[in-house]
């Protein structure tokens, strides 16, 4: 809704539930994020699930004249396509820009973060970032971390498809902080679509 869109990332149109599952998906290089042998499909969801990083699913992973239950072999090989090429964003951009901001919406706690903001020092090759966390808890749980900025809010995903109100109230919401962070679409790292 801020008209930021650019090229996906390998979190985009996931649903990450556990923080910890993330700082470990990172960690590893997306490694098994899209491995086919890990990955179930659940018929009354319509969902995909994650064994090895159970907070890990996928909603918008199969088409609708696709037949799941008895064949998956067309969506694991769209999904290695489509997230292979995520993750090589996901590392361009961590190589080719001047400072990172990752944002996290949902609950965690203290020492998820910890973990991640310790696994993303290892990865971001010495350039600032920041870890910005949007989370209905109270701030103190997360005094003193560095480079995270905590702010107390609930963006509901599954509200926003319900209440386009709700939707743009959060935009709203999201659009304030960007700004006073000094991000706006004049400043932002544009990673090509296509690295190959």
Known sequence: ?????GPAFPF???????????????????????NPALLDYNA???????????????????????????DMSPVYGRMYVRYKARSDRFWYTIEHCDRLLFLRTGGTNRDSVLDLVDKLEAKCHGKPFNVLLASPQPSEEFTDIPHVLHYNLFFDPDRMYADVGHWLDCTKAMQ?????????????????????
């Open 1 to 5: 809704k801020m008209e930021y869109d």
């Open 12 to 34: 985009d149109l996931t649903r990450t539930t556990n923080l910890g599952d993330i700082a470990d998906i990172i960690a590893t290089g997306f490694e098994d994020m899209w």
């Open 44 to 70: 009354i969801e319509k969902r995909i699930y994650h064994r090895k990083w159970s907070g890990l699913s996928f909603a918008h992973e199969v088409e609708d004249t696709e037949d799941p239950v008895n």
């Open 176 to 196: 304030t902080i960007l700004e006073s962070l000094g991000v706006s679409s004049k400043n932002l790292f544009w990673c090509p679509p296509n690295l190959g």
